[in-house]
């Protein structure tokens, strides 16, 4: 496609339940990125892919948040045991060769944990 | 980590007038974007601008590295400009930090 996808675009689960959300990026793009956004605030860092690989998970809260890009296309942020203060948009971005490079995004996912 | 402030949080404009959002950040970066984040939630790239000056039509950005603060113009606004302004900056480190966003509502 043109640009970034996400898939959902919208999810609802029970506290305590597993969520996949999916991200399709931009092709050719070897850099892929997972941010979060909290109503009111600005996207917040959670993982950077270069082709397969996490280079940089520092700003995964904990772990029962995990992500992986097994083919260096599409990658999957997992959550277990999801919490309420999990729910926020989920925002997915690529960019072509290291992360410093223009980062374009996706239309999101909405995450809501009842 | 670093920290990126931008001012001011809120502007409201009559349709025509001409703004500036500032977004000020605490230690040298390599890369800065602007983004418009539309009332649907996407995140739209204005400009791409770790240094200098760009102009997009009725937007233009300026960025003193040096001087750790960035602007971004809008003239002749129209009401399709509202919504939420985001800068964003990428350190040497690679790390990517948001500020909290200007927002901006422009009135017919």
């Known amino acids: 496609g043109a640009g970034v996808s996400q898939t959902p675009s919208n999810k609802v689960t029970e506290k305590g339940k597993y969520v996949e959300l999916r991200c399709d990026p931009i092709s050719g793009h070897t850099a892929l990125y997972w941010y979060r956004q909290s109503l009111g605030q600005g996207p917040e860092f959670l993982i950077y892919f270069q082709g397969t690989g996490a280079a940089d998970d520092s700003g995964l809260p904990n772990d029962r948040f995990f992500a992986v890009r097994p083919e260096g296309s599409v990658s999957t942020l997992k959550i277990q045991r999801t919490e309420r203060g999990d729910s926020a948009v989920y925002l997915c971005a690529s960019s072509f060769g290291g992360r410093n490079n223009e980062q374009f995004f996706g239309p999101g996912t909405r995450l809501t944990v009842l | 980590g670093i920290q990126v402030e931008q001012s001011p949080p809120d502007l409201i404009l009559q349709e025509g007038a001409n703004s500036t959002l500032r977004c000020n950040f605490s230690d040298s970066v390599n890369n800065l974007q602007w983004f418009h984040q539309n009332p649907w939630g996407q995140l739209i790239n204005l400009f791409y601008?770790?240094?200098g000056t760009k102009q997009n039509g009725r937007l233009s950005a300026t960025t003193v590295a040096t001087e750790r603060y960035s602007l971004l113009y809008i003239s002749s606004s129209q009401t399709t400009d509202s919504g939420v302004y985001f800068c964003a900056v990428f350190t040497n480190a690679g790390k990517s930090t948001f500020g909290d966003g200007t927002t901006l509502t422009v009135k017919p």
């Open positions: 601008i770790p240094s």
